[in-house]
């Protein structure tokens, strides 16, 4: 494994473990609307490395294991990191976009990062198929209309927005680095992008 990939992991689980069974820290470094409108920005980026639970974190750092070498491999691990926290800051600047008027709106976890690293893979890797047999373009269309949809419904507590605002993250920052995708991979780059036009679109609308 990456040195740089093993220790982003590592830090993740350090962090989280410190988070679970430290109520106070916990607190001071999660995604929370009111404090971050009182100046406390760096939340956007402490937040991503905080998760309620064993569960989130084994689930978020398995993602990022598997996928996370698609992304090293074809372009490299700085742009990996670029990936990742662009991700986890677009993740997070778009939730605070929808939340901003919910003071006591909260949220923590890896989650926008780790979806920006799987939305680039599937842009850099055309033949990639998720649980074997489904075309990554497809999955990562679907992924994302179902997002919407949990955004519209509020029926849990995923962090929809955050997962939303980090594919978008994943899905720039690599375009910004390989444009010529677009021409190469016109079906891929068209079926992510139809979904990011729908949200703003229902969004500009009033209908989230």
Sequence with gaps: MNIILLSLIVINVLVSYKAINDTYFFRKYEFHIGSIKSGEQLRIITS???HVD???LLFNMLTLYFFAPYVIYN??????LYIY???LIAGNLLTFYFHKNEYSYRAVGASGAVTGVIFSAILLEPNLYMYGFIPGYVFGFAYMLFSIYGMKAKRDNIG?????GGAIGGYIITLSKIPQLITTEPVTVGALLIPIVVLFFLQKMNKL
Excluded: D, T, W
């Excluded at 372009?75 to 990996?80: A, G, P």
């Excluded at 929809?160 to 939303?164: D, G």
């Design 160 to 164: 929809h927005v955050a997962h939303f």
């Design 48 to 50: 991503g490395f905080l």
């Design 75 to 80: 372009l490299n691990v700085l742009y990996f």
């Design 85 to 87: 926290f662009g991700s």
């Design 54 to 56: 064993f569960q989130h």
